[in-house]
């Protein structure tokens, strides 16, 4: 165990950074505190009231987790009975005695998870919580970027970009960003502190505007207005989201700032109808969100732009909606995976459907029923062709235009073109689909041949066969009659 500058509590673990608590003033209505309070126990604030014989006391506001007001005087020897432990795997334990189960309860742990492992999941990939508890890999490339080839954790950008027309930000919110910012900047706005960070590029990879810093009037010395706007210059470690630690109450330390990540549009709407990600996930083509995006068929999304909490609107037996968090997409394999309860499925006690039970009709369909109560995989099928109403709308799917369709006007691929809807384009026969197909003609024809040439000589074979049989025949016709 051992602190630094910015991050006062931190575990080194093989010479490498294990785990690290940037909080300089924990707050004393968490259990952090009252660890906080055993690590710097060279604190003395005594109350100076030995004359009436009471035991000396400290300041906390913290009991065992018990919240109390934020000083409370509690007596040294409330802590005879507890423990802060570095285990040799490099996990600090704090905790008390049992008196009914005789044994030592551990209270609080750091690491109390992978994701509060320094950078588990590498640089650019957020780890979340919720994913754990769902028993789901934790890590996932934040929208625009990519894992990086070769089973490093991490993941990479898709592109760069430092154009004003081609760059965009993602607007990440209740997401953790290790902590303190890499510069700090006064700016008078939001807009100012963005175009600080263009300026930046490509060194500035994500910014972040504190409103509150920039109207602060703090003294010269500490002015806060003078950082009113973060910039991360780094590759962005540590990323945490669905955290659920012991200090969120804490303004303090609750360090999830809305932050903006540096991407280029093109890596985050790939087709002219796929709508912006929300939160942390990809909301890929055709899922909808809205009816200015994806398709129409698809509209069973909804993203919370002040939570970045994507959501699968569906339907119970009864005609209610419900709205069921979407815990992570994966577009390559067209499918999500939603956090439920089990009363909203039928997977409890294995019970009949009732009314309120969620229903999922095309183009969705249940990958896994029951297989986790917790949560369900969907699955969504193909899509058709793009919707349109003019011609422009069909600009950027190539090779097509706004015909009328069955159901209404799409974008038809033109000649000698098809729709794929798993490449989500117009695509022309390949060379190797016309080799497959100049192989099954030529195997045709070859089999054909074949079974040609056996006929011919099982009819060859047969009539030699025949023949020696006449042939004896006539022989001893004649030699009977020479006798």
């Known amino acids: 165990m051992a602190s630094d500058g910015d991050n006062p509590y931190v575990i080194w673990k093989n010479n490498q950074l294990y785990w690290e608590r940037g909080i300089k ?12 309070f055993l690590l710097n126990k060279t604190s003395t604030d005594e109350d100076p009231s030995s004359a009436t014989n009471t035991p000396p006391y400290k300041n906390i506001g ?131 502190c963005k175009q600080i960070c263009l300026n930046k590029c490509p060194e500035c990879q ?26 991360w210059t780094e590759e962005l470690v540590t990323l945490q989201e669905g955290f659920h630690g012991d200090d969120t109450d804490n303004n303090e330390d609750n360090d999830a700032h809305s932050f903006y990540v540096r991407v280029d549009i093109s890596d985050i709407e790939p087709t002219p109808r796929t709508c912006e990600p929300c939160g942390t996930n990809m909301v890929p083509y055709p899922l909808s969100t809205s009816s200015n995006c994806g398709d129409p068929m698809y509209f069973n999304f909804s993203c919370n732009p002040s939570t970045g909490q994507l959501s699968f609107i569906s339907r119970t037996s009864n005609s209610n909606a419900t709205y069921q968090k979407v815990a992570i997409v994966y577009s390559e394999s067209r499918k999500f995976v939603m956090q439920v309860h089990p009363s909203n499925t039928h997977c409890e006690d294995e019970r009949p459907e009732s009314d309120e039970t969620m229903q999922i009709h ?62 989500l384009a117009c695509t022309i026969a390949d060379e190797g689909k016309s080799k497959s197909q100049i192989s099954l003609i030529l195997g045709i024809t070859l089999g054909s041949l074949i079974i040609l040439a056996c006929a011919i000589t099982f009819a060859y074979l047969w009539r030699r066969k025949i023949t020696p049989k006449i042939g004896t025949f006539v022989y001893i016709y004649i030699y009977t009659l020479e006798f």
């Open 206 to 231: 994500a910014y972040s505007y504190d409103a509150k810093a920039a109207t602060s009037e703090s003294g010269d010395d500490n002015d806060s207005a003078q950082k009113s706007c973060r910039i």
């Open 25 to 36: 003033n924990p707050s004393p209505g968490s259990m952090f505190g009252t660890v906080v």
């Open 62 to 192: 913290n009991r065992f987790g018990k919240k109390q007001s934020p000083i409370t005087r509690v007596p040294v020897d409330e802590f005879n009975k507890t423990r802060l432990v570095m285990k040799c795997n490099g996990e600090l334990q704090f905790l008390t005695w049992d008196g009914i189960q005789q044994d030592w309860i551990v209270r609080w742990k750091a690491p109390d998870s992978s994701c509060d492992k320094y950078n588990f999941c590498g640089n650019f990939a957020s780890c979340d919580y919720n994913l754990i508890n769902l028993n789901i890999k934790e890590c996932k490339c934040l929208p625009g970027f990519s894992s990086v080839i070769g089973g490093v954790r991490g993941c990479t950008r898709n592109s760069w970009s430092c154009s004003g027309d081609t760059t965009a930000f993602l607007n990440l919110v209740k997401v953790k960003a290790r902590e303190p910012p890499d510069e700090q900047h006064p700016a008078a706005s939001e807009t100012e």
């Open 362 to 423: 095309s183009p969705f369909s249940v990958a896994y029923d029951c297989f986790d109560k917790a949560k369900v995989e969907v699955t969504w099928e193909p899509p058709h062709e793009p919707v349109c109403s003019e011609p422009k709308d069909c600009v950027g799917w190539n090779h097509s235009s706004c015909k009328v369709a069955s159901g209404g006007k799409r974008c038809l691929c033109d000649k000698n073109y098809h729709w794929d809807g798993i490449a």
